[in-house]
């Protein structure tokens, strides 16, 4: 059948796409060039993930000077972003290494330059080993966790079959928790085997304190990380450690500066790691509520370790129109499930552009979210077409529903596009 000249000027508006088809939060006619697009001249598909560049760039600098302050390394881990251009500008900003979750996530990693990945996570399966192993005849390095003999006897075979020594950290876990040895006398058993395996290095012992909770948190962290030290002190005395010096890391996006205040009697003796993923984006909830502790921490504990300036700020906001105004003071918007995280709280209203330009004085609360949708009650009635500008909280569960995010400058006007994956 002869095509029409619609369906011809379709396709050959498809063929020079730079973006693939589908693709939200991109131009309308899906070019990455030229830039200099503005997120109010209506150029843009919204809804649209945006990062401001300024923010980034604060708290980039900002954890790598809590990092220099606290005598700790930096392995961030990558599964907040998943954008392997933000992993080489960490490393760039002297992280150690990159922490991942799984193998693909691993690839990811090494894809953006990452010479040194941490896969916080026990190994399983040939096919995941098989990734690793070809990592390693790459040329990076990657360090493993384990928590049972099991698992470590498999790893060992199948890295023995292909002539290469495994590192790996001993994982500690606590009771009701997630995976880790439970007990020290599993610890101890584990490293011994560990070491014994000629296939297998062991570097030192990993832990995760994010899953202890309640009234008296911080004072069962800073117990449980001192006796993870004292364990691993133990373990280097029996000469189980196959490293110049041993590694014991820890530390997710809350509990950061109590992890490394715990640990810094051991900075000489360790080489201590700190695995915080969420600073770099931030958020305006679960974590702008965390890092307000670790202020309050710091002044109350009359520590210095958070004295470097500007706080961490959060970079992400969605950009969405209201597309319905059904009831009044109720406005739908154009954004969802799809879109943003909800497992933390509702996107929170920041500001509302209309015609271009700022409108003041109204204030709107998010009420219940859908799919696509999203309903909101303001004190004042919005309108149809208005740019509503969202924050969200636990920016991982926002970003990982977006395979392009746009970074902008504080004039609002987009200088590229960063690629997740997710």
Known sequence: MRETKEHLSINSHLHRR???????????????????????????LLPIAVLNERALNNNLNWMAQFAT???????????????????????????????????????????????????????????????????????????????????????AAYFAEQNIVLKCLVEIGVDGGRCGCRSEEQVKR???LAHAL???????????????????????????????????????????????????????????????DALHPWSEQFEVILRPGCYLIHDKGIYQDAQNAVADRATTAQRVTCSVGQDLESALELWAYVQSCPETNMAIIN??????????????????????????????????????????????PLQVGDIVVMSTSHPCLTLDKWRYVAVCNDELLVTHWLETAF
């Open 69 to 155: 302050q606290s005598h700790v390394k930096l392995a961030p881990h990558g599964k907040t972003t998943m954008m392997p251009a933000l992993f080489a500008q960490q490393m760039a900003h002297g992280a150690w290494g990159i922490t991942v979750a799984t193998v693909a996530q691993a690839q990811a990693a090494a894809m953006s330059g990452a010479e040194r990945i941490m896969l916080a996570n026990q190994l399983i399966g040939k096919a995941n080993m098989a990734v690793i192993a070809d990592l390693y005849r790459q040329g990076t390095e990657v360090i493993v966790w384990a928590d049972n003999e099991q698992q470590l006897m498999a790893t």
């Open 335 to 380: 954004v969802g499930k799809r879109d943003a995280a909800f497992d933390a709280g509702l996107p929170h209203i920041e500001r509302v552009y209309r015609d271009g330009k700022l409108v003041n004085g109204i204030v709107c609360h998010s009420e219940k979210i859908m799919d696509q949708h999203l309903m909101v009650n303001c004190d004042k």
């Open 190 to 192: 584990l490293a011994k």
């Open 198 to 260: 000629p296939n297998i290095a062991l570097q030192g012992i990993a832990f995760y304190e994010g899953v202890i909770g309640g009234e008296s948190a911080e004072h069962d962290i800073r117990e449980f990380v001192t006796k993870n030290a004292l364990l691993l002190s133990q373990i280097a005395d029996r000469e189980w450690i196959d490293a110049p010096t041993p590694i014991i890391t820890g530390a997710g996006s809350a509990w950061y500066d109590v992890v490394a």
């Open 18 to 44: 730079d973006f693939p088809i589908g693709t939200k939060g991109v131009p309308a006619d899906g070019r990455l060039e030229p830039y200099g697009y503005h997120l109010l001249d209506e150029s843009l």
